[in-house]
């Protein structure tokens, strides 16, 4: 509910404070007096694109608070959630319009982008006119607002769910036969490459090893020709040997010498033995690895040569073809059995699409009952506003399948028996349009649960007994809620709860505007004015106090 306007600066007002109240709100004056400055105001603030030029003339700038109350659950939290925005029981919108154009809001002392109060505006504010095109007259809104009305929302969001299951399965798919698409181009050059790689198959670290062992073969004939010789020369034949006679000769006196002088070359000599037995046995273990059949040279070779000219073929390292090889393997077994696969994505987009021409049936069938329902429900509405002659249709066509079904939604009417349906902003006159608006919108008033409704003139062009039947179905369509309507109409403005009054003053030479709270005298007298003009009779108050009575 909105509860307070405060406007600064802005077009011919320099400072006027409006507390707004539940209920029917009317604001009445003369033509040019300023009303509609006042929707300018609250729909500038709320982020709606509306004039250029705001900021009164010699201002450096213009400001609009709107202070809003939230009840519990209101859709505003969920906005103000998802833009990292307190959320509270009030809101408070202040916007800031500079000489030089540049425009700033903030939320609840917080700044904020025009998106974001656009966003927010569509829970807080619904405005209704001749000239709306964001509310009733846009057919792009009629699918939500039917659904609202038939209060669906179960099938509704089977529908989306089964959308968004059929989508992931064709991109599914789409991206199977892609996939498939492209080893398919290079299934020849794989299934060779595989072959080859399998035929070789080249392990991590080999190429080293081959190196190596072929450059221990090469030059095995020298090399082993120097490990012999180093083998006599620390054998039996030659160093262990002399230690060997050195040891028995040392440990044949030992009983006969001072062990004293004895004992230390003895201990010394057994442990050189032990060394040069090392030795030995390495030098043998040598002997044994350049031992090696003359044609193992050809064949190490012969593999290493081929590792490296695959790895040159595939421009890798010779360590990354083992790799290389399981990759290829890989896509060679997605190209074997993709057929498989892509049978199944098949199979699951069918059932996909099945799930979902069903739930888009049920719901396409949900829509044709309440478009029924809801087309009773105006029609009785139109009689007590003098259209008993009209007739309202919901109409619903095919369109191209989406998220909310496959179903198009359009209001159309007849205003003359016999005469072709059309929408109904093109069919129905200006006063006609006002109250198909009206009656549609207190059929729909379900589905704006917790917003301020306005009605910009949409008393335009009817009078008597009409207008006193549209101010009756505002005062009705206000209870338990807020609506606010600019009226010119003495008998819409009798419905109202509270009654407010624009007017235009020149001070000092600037044409300024006002806004004044009425009570009931002064309502009176506005009324008689509105039925009078001018010159306010006796006979124009009694006729006010008489429209006054409920």
């Known amino acids: 509910m909105l509860r307070s306007l405060d ?10 404070e409006l507390a707004f ?6 604001l009445t004056g003369e033509t040019g007096a300023g009303k509609s400055i006042l929707l300018d105001a609250l729909g500038f603030v709320l982020g709606w694109r509306g004039r250029a ?11 609009v608070v709107a202070v809003f109350e939230l009840p519990p659950g209101h859709p505003a939290a969920e906005v103000l959630d998802e833009a990292g925005l307190p959320v509270e029981d009030e809101l ?11 425009k700033t809001a903030w939320i609840n002392d917080r700044r904020a982008s025009g998106e974001v109060l656009r966003r927010l505006s569509d829970t807080l504010v619904e405005l209704h006119g001749q000239h709306d095109d964001r509310g009733l007259l846009n057919p792009r809104g009629h699918r939500a607002l039917l659904d609202a009305y038939a209060g669906h929302d179960d099938l509704g969001g089977a529908v989306r769910a089964a959308w968004t299951a059929r989508r992931e399965a064709a991109n599914a798919l789409q991206a199977v036969t892609k996939a498939l698409e492209e080893v398919k181009a290079e299934e020849d050059f794989l ?22 062992r072929r450059r221990l073969m090469q030059g095995a004939e020298r090399i082993r020709a120097d490990v012999q010789r180093a083998a006599q020369a620390v054998g039996r034949d030659g160093a262990e040997g002399a230690a060997s006679d050195a040891l028995r000769w040392l440990e044949g006196v030992a009983d006969q010498a001072d062990t004293s002088t004895v004992d230390a070359p003895i201990a010394a000599l057994g442990r050189a033995m032990i060394e040069l037995g090392d030795a030995l046995s390495g030098i043998e273990a040598c002997l044994d690895a350049l031992d090696f059949d003359p044609h193992e040279l050809e064949r190490t070779e012969e593999r290493l040569f081929e590792i490296r000219r695959l790895s040159r073929k595939h421009g890798l390292v010779p360590d990354d073809l083992a790799g290389f090889a399981a990759d290829l393997r890989d896509r060679l077994a997605a190209l074997d059995g993709g057929e498989s696969d892509l049978a199944d994505r098949r199979k699951a987009l069918a059932a996909a699409e099945t799930a979902y021409d069903a739930a888009a049936a049920a719901l396409s069938a949900a829509r044709k009952d309440a478009a029924t329902r809801l087309d009773a429900a105006v029609t009785a509405e139109l009689a007590p506003l003098k259209l008993e002659r009209a007739v309202f249709t919901t109409g619903i ?34 006063g006609e ?52 309507v600019v009226t010119h109409s003495p008998q819409v403005a009798a ?14 030479g600037a044409t300024l505007s006002s806004v004044s709270a009425l009570d009931t005298p002064e309502r009176i007298d506005e009324i008689a004015r509105m039925l009078a003009g001018d010159t306010i009779t006796d006979e124009a108050r009694a006729a006010a106090r008489a429209l006054l009575q409920p």
Do not use: Y
């Not at 198009?408 to 016999?418: H, Y």
């Open 397 to 430: 066509t095919d369109e191209a399948p989406g998220p909310e079904g496959r179903d198009a939604v359009a209001f159309a009417v007849a205003t003359n028996p016999g005469a072709p349906a059309g929408p109904i902003n093109k069919i129905a006159s200006g």
């Open 21 to 26: 109240r539940p209920g029917l709100n009317v």
């Open 495 to 508: 419905r109202g709860g509270h009654h407010w009054r624009v007017a235009k003053a020149v001070e000092n």
């Open 92 to 102: 408070i919108l202040r916007r800031v319009n500079r000489s030089d154009g540049r």
């Open 191 to 212: 299934r060779h490459a595989v072959a080859e790689l399998d035929a070789l198959d080249p392990q991590p670290g080999e190429d080293a090893e081959l190196d190596s």
């Open 53 to 63: 030029e705001l900021v009164r003339e010699g201002a450096e700038q213009g400001e």
């Open 433 to 484: 349009l006002s109250r198909f608006l009206l009656a549609l919108k207190v059929c729909l008033a379900g589905d704006a649960s917790g917003m301020t409704m306005i009605f910009d003139e949409i008393d335009r062009g009817v009078g008597g007994a009409t207008a006193d039947a549209v101010g009756r179905r505002l005062e009705a369509l206000a209870s338990g809620g807020q609506v606010l």
């Open 7 to 16: 406007i600064r600066d802005i077009l011919i007002i320099d400072r006027l």
